[in-house]
């Protein structure tokens, strides 16, 4: 099992710009998360996924959209690249059967100049 | 409000000298509180999960305890490649799946 995968590993953007951060895992978790780390915030979540076609917000989720049209995958969405979404960005996945313990991926860190 | 709060934010021990982190949270309806480890550049990496008061957990030089307001980490004559940031995590009943992290403690432990 490769657990989660995220894509790119670092990304550079320019204001007003989009992109999608990509996230992926095998190991059929139903759940999904995607998180921001900044310097002495700690993980703040943006938003999580309870399964395929059903996503719900977390702390921080303005700039930002998800959807989930497999299990599998779980991409994030920057509609309009702000210096503020300059962050670490961690998708997550867990499983009721491995009792909601969160698998981390080894996160994309993004730069908005 | 739901908060998990994580002490002390930073922590330098000597090589050998025990210590404890703490996580105290005020959350309805806990149903599992979870230690992590997280190296520098990386994501955070799975320690143990409690899921009731009394529960304690080990693994090498780290146990975790729980009590119905707090947790602890207790560190038994670290060495420097335990120095890493501890994150403390918990989730309730009514959002499964949904975790609420503490800010961590960084641990360095020097030779």
């Known amino acids: 099992n490769a657990g989660v995968t995220q894509t790119p590993k670092f990304q550079v953007l320019k204001t007003g710009q989009s992109m999608t951060l990509q996230c992926a895992q095998d190991?059929?978790?139903?759940?999904m998360s995607w998180y921001r780390q900044d310097p002495g915030m700690g993980l703040r979540l943006i938003h999580y996924?309870?399964?395929?076609?059903?996503?719900d917000q977390g702390e921080v989720p303005n700039g930002y959209n998800v959807s989930r049209s497999t299990t599998e995958d779980f991409p994030l969405r920057l509609l309009s690249a702000a210096p503020s979404q300059t962050s670490v960005y961690f998708c997550?996945?867990?499983?009721?059967?491995?009792?909601?313990?969160?698998?981390f991926g080894p996160g994309t860190r993004l730069t908005v100049t | 409000e739901d908060q998990v709060t994580q002490s002390p934010e930073a922590l330098r021990l000597q090589e050998g000298e025990s210590s404890s982190l703490n996580c105290s949270y005020t959350?309805?309806?806990?149903?599992?509180l979870f230690w992590y480890r997280q190296d520098p550049g990386k994501g955070p990496e799975f320690l143990f999960t409690?899921?009731?008061a009394g529960e304690e957990k080990e693994k090498e030089r780290l146990k975790a305890t729980l009590t119905k307001k707090e947790s602890f980490l207790h560190i038994t004559a670290p060495k420097p490649e335990d120095s890493a940031t501890y994150l403390c995590a918990v989730i309730r009943g009514s959002t499964l799946g949904r975790l609420y992290f503490g800010r961590g403690t960084q641990l360095t432990v020097w030779p």
């Open positions: 190991m059929n978790h139903e759940y």
């Open positions: 409690l899921y009731s």
């Open positions: 997550a996945s867990s499983s009721r059967q491995r009792s909601y313990e969160q698998y």
């Open positions: 959350v309805s309806g806990l149903r599992g």
């Open positions: 996924s309870v399964g395929a076609g059903i996503t």
